[in-house]
């Protein structure tokens, strides 16, 4: 007979929100919260308190670990949180339309699913960052992990774009179906990308690489085309307000080389099957 | 180089026509979206292209004069036990295509159907029987998680529950409608399947399809949303407006893979439900990109709670396999309040046929494994158990309830009380009955007011019939069924079979 006991990991032990006011110290529409000692809900409890008391702007301190920040404030308009230290996993998950700017390094699935808004990581990020992501924009100074922007999708002018100043990992932008990725590669020592499987399944949206990428390193499902005028202009944009977040020169980015990853075919496996 | 082909394959079904009861109306011309019925003006006479009839009976049920006989086509190859009909069919279909095959619906194989090894129990002499005409029964059931213990506060003349409550759903009747995409479905299935849910006070699921925007005030209440591998029209608003939030892992009828919605019927509607651009194939991978364990689907679960202010269930949707017991109390631990478990008789609009014949257990087997496991380990008041799969009436929802679950998932039986025949061929988007198409025409044959009104019928009888039975049992509440095993015994069962199922044979 199998008995074991049962806590709840994420739920357990969580304080009530008298008990934890005191963390925030609220100055006008500006709270600032010492998360040193709180757990992951208790920080989403005390910043969700923080909005209904007015607060437009958050400064976290001391954060370690804490997921989801961002998650729980949607249709409460848009607010400015800035974090100091390493926010956990799920940084902005489904998030609707805040600015978030990390002053450190994140962690897994920055942006999972996020609908709007902007995040900003001053360092860099973990795993599945910006998975299914549907608008807002991603700026990512250094690398990330693997599983990056797979399944970003856009709908007409909703277009998700991240930006990431370093290299990926495998599967880049796997059976993405829109939205805009431009990888920058400025960390390769070699100029030369390490990633494979990039873009398998992609059936939208583009892929701007900087830097050296062998064919072998892509999935079957994309293809190589030349960059033309729009490219980069798209590239201007986002690559100046990339290197304006990071004081970097952006003309001296954009003088790389570029190569424009875009999917063979809006269906990808449409002929596997028999009818 | 192209070449033509003859196709070997034998015609399905015969058409047979009583030449002098037509009228030469031409109905079943304008009913048969596959083609099948002509008229030959010369000759003035009905024909039929025999090769291209699924069978799904749209021009019988329609022949104004009954003029019409459809049935399985007498053609057979030798007979022959092992080499079957359909594995010769099959082979040549392949061969001429080269493709995976594809079907709709789900499993039709003999595989063994434990709800008929099952038989109920009723009261006699010993403990009287509740007659329901005269005795409130309840069904009203709840769903989701459950304190250990309630700590109460008694005052003189007032207690007071001092326990804070996890949030739960109440549902009229055991009984939701299964996850069914729109995009899978037309627009009016879709409608129908939530008025219904709302008038008769449970739920509908929107699969993974999204949520119509126009819907989503005067429905939410009733509706699960899904959040899938493909996340599409997955937002917070989305999230927001609903009851119940699933995430869907797995299904019965195609356990361990993805789906793709072809880019054909992604219309302008279908888009903007599921924000992405029109004509995109819709495809959703095979596993959540973010989810390669039980620690990720925790962190998933969570996300949903922090998205929804811990204010809905969150469910976790798997098909049954091998190990499911295992699987379900990971998943229970990962935060689920809901575990619903789609059996190998699920249905589907589109799957590759290895996977809906080959793939799976029944889900009165996982069901009784599931709901065991979770006892011992204590942990059962922590989730409800929704099972799904093949529940074909209302004795298959009170065996299920007494293996064990909360409730039940209909999805093909919801479709056949719409007008479904089970052709099988929800996967060529023509359905004739207006259901599984995105065909402008062929959905409008769908009323949504009278489909919702077929399917509140069929809410109303087998609520009735669960009724009549725990009456019969000397039950009064759904509440005392739920896992009561004791009402249960097998017949022509393995011992292996009667143990997992936890039940003792007949005669017992």
Redesign the interface.
């Known amino acids: 007979?199998?008995?074991?006991g049962?806590k709840?990991?994420?739920?357990g032990d969580v304080r009530k929100l008298d008990e934890i006011l005191k963390y925030a110290k609220i100055e006008g529409e500006v709270a600032e919260i010492d998360a040193s000692d709180l757990k992951?809900?208790e920080l989403?409890d005390l910043m969700?308190e923080c909005v209904q008391k007015g607060v437009k702007k958050f400064i976290l301190r001391n954060v370690c670990g804490q997921?989801?920040i961002g998650?729980?404030l949607?249709?409460v308009g848009k607010l400015e949180i800035e974090i100091y230290g390493t926010p956990g996993?799920?940084l902005g998950?489904?998030l609707?339309g805040h600015r978030i700017i990390v002053h450190g390094n994140a962690q897994?699935?920055v942006g999972?699913?996020m609908?709007d808004g902007e995040i900003i990581v001053e360092g860099r990020a973990g795993d599945?960052v910006a998975?299914?992501m549907?608008g807002g924009k991603i700026f990512i100074r250094d690398s990330v992990g693997y599983?990056t922007a797979?399944?970003m999708?856009?709908?007409?002018d909703?277009i998700p774009v991240l930006v990431v100043g370093g290299s990926s990992q495998d599967?880049l932008g796997?059976?993405m179906?829109?939205g805009i990725v431009i990888l920058l590669g400025l960390n390769l020592k070699d100029g030369k990308h390490k990633a494979h499987y990039i873009g398998t399944?992609m059936?939208?949206g583009v892929i701007y690489l900087r830097g050296e990428v062998e064919p072998y390193q892509l999935g079957k499902e994309v293809g190589i085309v030349e960059l033309e005028q729009e490219d980069w202009k798209t590239l201007e944009k986002y690559v100046g307000e990339f290197a304006s977040y990071f004081s970097l020169d952006a003309d001296e980015i954009l003088a790389g080389k570029f190569t424009k990853l875009v999917p063979v075919s809006?269906?990808?496996?449409?002929?596997?099957?028999?009818? | 180089m192209d070449m033509k082909m003859k196709s070997h394959l034998l015609p399905e079904f015969l058409v047979e026509r009583i030449d002098e009861r037509c009228t030469r109306c031409k109905v079943c011309v304008k009913q048969c979206p596959f083609d099948v019925h002509y008229y030959d003006e010369e000759l003035d006479r009905m024909f039929a292209r025999e090769e291209k009839c699924v069978g799904c009976q749209r021009c019988v049920v329609y022949c104004p004069r009954n003029a019409l006989i459809v049935r399985p086509h007498p053609s057979t190859y030798r007979p022959n036990n092992y080499w079957t009909h359909e594995a010769i069919q099959d082979i040549k279909?392949?061969a001429?295509?080269?493709?995976?095959?594809?079907t709709g619906c789900g499993s039709d194989r003999p595989v063994r159907i434990y709800w008929d090894h099952i038989l109920l129990n009723a009261s006699q002499v010993t403990n009287p029987s509740i007659d329901p005409l005269r005795e409130p029964m309840e069904l009203r059931t709840f769903l989701g998680r459950k304190p250990d213990a309630l700590e109460l506060e008694v005052n003189e003349d007032d207690v007071e529950l001092k326990t804070e409550l996890y949030p739960n759903v109440m549902i009229e009747t055991p009984i939701l409608f299964a996850g069914m995409s729109y995009g899978a479905l037309s627009y009016n299935a879709f409608k129908a399947l939530a008025m219904a849910a709302k008038e008769f006070g449970t739920l509908f699921n929107t699969g993974e399809g999204g949520m119509p925007k126009e819907m989503r005030e005067e429905f939410g209440s009733n509706t699960i949303v899904q959040?899938a591998?493909?996340?599409?029209g997955?937002?917070?608003?989305y999230?927001?407006c609903a009851a119940v939030i699933e995430i869907k892992i797995g299904q019965g009828a195609k356990p361990g893979i993805g789906g793709?919605l072809?880019?054909e019927k992604v219309t302008a509607t279908i888009?903007?439900t599921r924000?992405?651009?029109e004509?995109?194939?819709a495809?959703s991978?095979a596993p959540q990109?973010?989810i390669y364990s039980i620690e990720d689907l925790?962190?998933l679960i969570?996300?949903l709670k922090?998205?929804t202010?811990y204010e809905k269930p969150v469910c976790v949707k798997v098909a049954a396999v091998h190990n499911i017991a295992a699987i379900a109390s990971g998943i229970v631990?990962a935060?689920a309040d809901i575990v619903a478990i789609d059996g190998f008789r699920g249905g589907t609009g589109a799957t590759?046929k290895i996977m809906r014949e080959h793939v799976g257990i029944p889900v009165e087997l996982a069901l009784a494994a599931v709901d065991r496991?979770l006892r011992?380990?204590?942990?059962r008041n922590?989730c409800s158990i929704i099972v799904g799969g093949g529940i074909r009436c209302a004795g298959d929802v009170v065996k299920a309830i007494a293996l064990g679950a909360d409730a039940v998932y209909i999805g093909t039986a919801a479709l056949i009380a719409m007008g479904c025949t089970m052709c099988q061929k929800c996967?060529?988007g023509k359905c004739a009955w207006g259901i599984c198409t995105q065909d402008p025409v062929l959905s409008k044959r769908l009323n949504p007011n009278v489909a919702a009104k077929r399917l509140v019928n069929l809410l109303r009888g087998w609520s009735l019939e669960i009724k009549d039975v725990l009456g019969g049992m000397g039950i009064n509440a759904i509440e005392s069924l739920r896992g009561n095993r004791d009402h249960l015994r097998g017949v022509g069962l393995e011992e292996w079979e009667l143990e997992v199922l936890g039940i003792k044979g007949a005669g017992e």
């Open positions: 007979m199998l008995k074991t049962y709840d990991m994420f739920l992951h809900k989403n969700r997921r989801y998650t729980r949607h249709s996993n799920d998950a489904f609707d897994d699935g999972n699913t609908n599945v998975m299914s549907r599983r797979i399944h999708k856009q709908y007409k909703k599967f796997e059976y179906a829109g399944g059936h939208g809006k269906r990808p496996y449409g002929r596997i099957y028999a009818y | 279909k392949q001429e295509t080269g493709g995976i095959l594809l959040c591998s493909g996340r599409f997955v937002d917070p608003e999230l927001n793709h072809p880019g888009s903007a924000m992405i651009p004509g995109t194939d495809i991978p990109h973010d925790s962190m969570y996300a922090e998205a202010n631990r935060g590759p496991r011992e380990e204590g942990i922590k996967h060529t």
